[in-house]
């Protein structure tokens, strides 16, 4: 499936206040590429696609149950990375917050 770089930087520029909503709509198209047959929790991803995809797991187990639930989930052991993904995307108040957890 070939993704229209006109779709991405509309859903980028309509999403400006929900960069959460953005990263999970990219999320779902890169989660269903052709060519991605590796398997394992973080691999077959280049790393703008493993940080949006750190930071979505954070804030989905962060918004559920908060930081408890997110660090006693398997998605906890990989806080670090999921800081610099944080920060990486810009999302400075997550990376704060998520800094101030660890």
Same mark, same amino acid.
């Given at each position: 499936m070939k993704i229209n770089p006109g779709y991405v930087a509309r859903l980028l520029a309509a999403s400006e206040k929900d960069a959460v909503g953005a990263l999970a709509e990219l999320a779902c198209l890169w989660s269903t590429?052709? +060519?991605r047959n590796e398997? +394992?929790?973080?691999?077959g991803l280049s790393p703008s696609e493993l940080a949006?995809?750190?930071a979505l797991?954070?804030? +989905?187990?962060v918004g559920n149950g908060g930081h408890v639930q997110y660090f006693m989930n398997p998605m906890g052991y990989y806080a670090h990375e999921t800081l610099a993904g944080l920060e990486k995307l810009g999302l400075e108040g997550a990376?704060?917050?998520l800094g101030d957890a660890v």
């Open positions: 590429r052709a +060519g398997t +394992g929790e973080l691999t949006a995809h750190l797991w954070y804030t +989905g187990d990376a704060k917050i």
